[in-house]
């Protein structure tokens, strides 16, 4: 079964700060990955996702991120992060050929921005 | 289009009691979801729908049952409620693609049992 790892529970940056959000999975097989944000009292929407091609996904709001096999990773990145980017910050992983509903969430990486 | 709608927005419900959360979309979806969020534990998968008529359980199936008798609609039911199902629920709904496609998320539940 995969499993998906986020070892940064709680991130403090200063605006301008860059961030990087790490993303560890577990599955032996081919995977999509994914990104989902929400905004203080908002639900969750997608950031990004990755299923083929291209390992370095552009998102919105100036996020990418980038699938290294080797490693079972998909780092999220922002080279100047904003006050509006406060946000929890989850990254998913489901197993390619099973059921597109069967996605598994990371625990969660909560981003403080300092004004 | 509304998306995915879901209800109540909050509910207090006292150990034992029974009740059913709703969730529907309008979106035509043929893949549906529950996940609870609790702090430090991200969003677990309660179960799943890849079609009207067919569901599957996830990571936390316990406790409850669903039933996916249209496209549109997919509530979630607590049997006998429990302090440790209190959290926040949500409802995702994805369409049908070569492999997974992004979820829509419905505005959550937050759910406290006394």
């Known amino acids: 079964a995969q499993s998906v790892s986020q070892h940064n529970h709680h991130v403090i940056l200063s605006e301008a700060a860059s961030l990087e959000l790490g993303c560890n999975y577990s599955y032996g097989g081919t995977v999509n990955l994914f990104w989902y944000v929400q905004y203080p009292g908002q639900h969750l929407q997608l950031l990004l996702k990755?299923?083929?091609?291209?390992?370095l996904v552009k998102g919105i709001k100036g996020f990418e991120a980038e699938f290294i096999k080797s490693k079972f990773s998909f780092n999220l990145r922002k080279p100047s992060v904003q006050w509006s980017d406060t946000a929890e910050y989850f990254c998913?992983?489901?197993?390619?050929?099973?059921?597109?509903?069967?996605?598994?969430f990371g625990s969660g990486t909560r981003l403080s921005i300092r004004p | 289009n509304a998306g995915v709608t879901q209800t109540p927005k909050f509910q207090v419900l006292k150990t034992g009691q029974s009740m059913t959360l709703q969730c529907a979309q309008d979106m035509n979806h043929e893949y549906m979801s529950w996940y609870r969020q609790d702090p430090g534990m991200g969003l677990r998968l309660i179960h799943y729908?890849?079609?009207?008529?067919?569901?599957d359980q996830g990571e936390v199936p316990n406790g409850y049952n669903v039933s996916r008798s249209t496209t549109e609609d997919f509530p979630l039911r607590l049997l006998s409620a429990a302090p440790s199902q209190t959290s926040v629920y949500f409802c995702?709904?994805?369409?049908?693609?070569?492999?997974?496609?992004?979820?829509?998320f419905g505005p959550g539940t937050r759910l406290t049992v006394l």
């Open positions: 729908s890849v079609g009207a008529g067919i569901t």
């Open positions: 998913a992983v489901n197993a390619r050929g099973s059921s597109a509903s069967k996605i598994i």
């Open positions: 990755y299923f083929s091609g291209d390992p």
């Open positions: 995702a709904s994805s369409g049908r693609s070569r492999g997974a496609d992004t979820q829509y």
